[in-house]
């Protein structure tokens, strides 16, 4: 009973954390670009996942994009198309991006570059990634991000960032046949405070090890 308290403790101390930053104006919001389009079927459609809002550079990120891939098939994946992590970055992304929902893309910034260059190349915002998907059949493909301990770390990785997020979707229809494949609610930004240690004791190491060299 005394464990079975102290997960309660737990769980709600945790849930407190979460309100209390949800209401938080500075958090920076990761988004699916456009927000919905419709392809006919055998047309491609393209999206980009932005992050948008930032007051400090990130030195990592990572999210999961979740997809119909019965209605919809990803052919190509871009990350970090603008090199906004630097000129060497490490790049932790799932291998077979493209096989199956969802894709994994974890990106980490160029060990040796200095915060305040990385602030310059990222600014407010930037490209995490550029997706292109093909429609194979009629119907609705809801994009949709979750992260994996966490969407962005600082730039030490000392903290993880707290996240917006913004979903979407792609519909498919036979433009020949119209009909309601693609009345779906609009996407609402949702607050999270994403906790985990794998994101930031990465950024954090790849950090040392640049001091040790320097």
Do not use: W
Not at 193 to 214: D, M, P, W
């Amino acid at each position: 009973m005394k464990s079975v308290s102290r997960g309660i403790k737990s769980l709600a101390a945790v849930l407190a954390v979460v309100a209390a930053f949800a209401g938080s104006a500075d958090a920076a919001t990761i988004s699916v670009v456009p927000g919905s389009q419709t392809i006919a079927p055998n047309a491609n459609a393209t999206v980009n996942i932005v992050v948008s809002g930032l007051s400090a550079p990130i030195g990592g990120y990572n999210f999961d994009l979740a997809f119909s891939d019965a209605i919809t098939d990803a052919i190509t994946v871009v990350v970090d198309p603008f090199t906004k992590m630097g000129a060497f970055p490490l790049d932790l992304s799932d291998p077979n991006l493209t096989d199956n929902s969802p894709m994994h893309v974890e990106v980490f910034a160029d060990a040796f570059i200095s915060s305040t260059d990385l602030a310059s190349l990222q600014g407010t915002g930037f490209t995490l990634a550029t997706i292109t998907f093909k429609g194979l059949t009629e119907g609705l493909s809801p994009l949709t991000l979750t992260g994996l301990g966490g969407f962005f770390s600082d730039y030490n990785g000392t903290a993880l960032v707290n996240t917006n997020v913004v979903n979407g979707s792609i519909c498919v229809d036979d433009p020949q046949t119209p009909g309601d494949r693609c009345l779906s609610a609009v996407p609402e930004p949702t607050s999270m405070l994403l906790l985990g240690s794998g994101l930031t004791s990465l950024v954090v190491a790849r950090r040392r090890r640049r001091q040790q060299k320097g």
